[in-house]
């Protein structure tokens, strides 16, 4: 397309005030929130299916699902309490020589 376009491909049923997010691997992410949350994302195996027919996802802004919202969703892997916001995240290895 000539212009430039945001779609919204894939979404977290789950409402967050996302403060820092940083990606893991091409299909998942690590996003901490405002009230303390530390939350990894991951997109669905049939969702994964989808990227390979529509790379661009322009078929996904036509394609909406509940509440206007988008018609992939998010898997939460994992959700941890810190109990402070979190103001950083930066993917490490914890290996001295790891790459």
Same mark, same amino acid.
């Given at each position: 397309?000539?212009?430039?376009?945001?779609?919204?491909?894939?979404?977290?049923?789950?409402?967050?005030?996302?403060?820092?997010?940083?990606?893991?691997?091409?299909?998942?992410?690590?996003?901490?929130?405002?009230?303390?949350?530390?939350?990894? *994302?991951?997109? &669905?195996?049939?969702?994964? $299916?989808? /990227?390979?027919?529509?790379?661009? =996802?322009?078929?996904?802004?036509?394609?909406?699902?509940? *509440?206007n919202? &988008?018609?992939?969703?998010? $898997?939460? /892997?994992?959700?941890?309490?810190? =109990?402070?916001?979190?103001?950083?995240?930066?993917?490490?290895?914890?290996i001295?020589?790891?790459?």
């Open positions: 397309p000539s212009d430039n376009t945001l779609v919204v491909f894939a979404d977290d049923t789950f409402p967050r005030w996302v403060t820092q997010a940083t990606m893991l691997d091409f299909y998942t992410a690590a996003v901490g929130d405002k009230f303390g949350n530390l939350a990894v *994302l991951r997109l &669905a195996q049939e969702s994964k $299916d989808n /990227i390979e027919d529509d790379p661009t =996802g322009n078929k996904a802004i036509w394609d909406r699902g509940l *509440l919202g &988008a018609s992939q969703k998010l $898997d939460m /892997i994992n959700m941890f309490h810190i =109990g402070e916001s979190v103001t950083y995240l930066e993917l490490a290895t914890l001295p020589g790891g790459s």
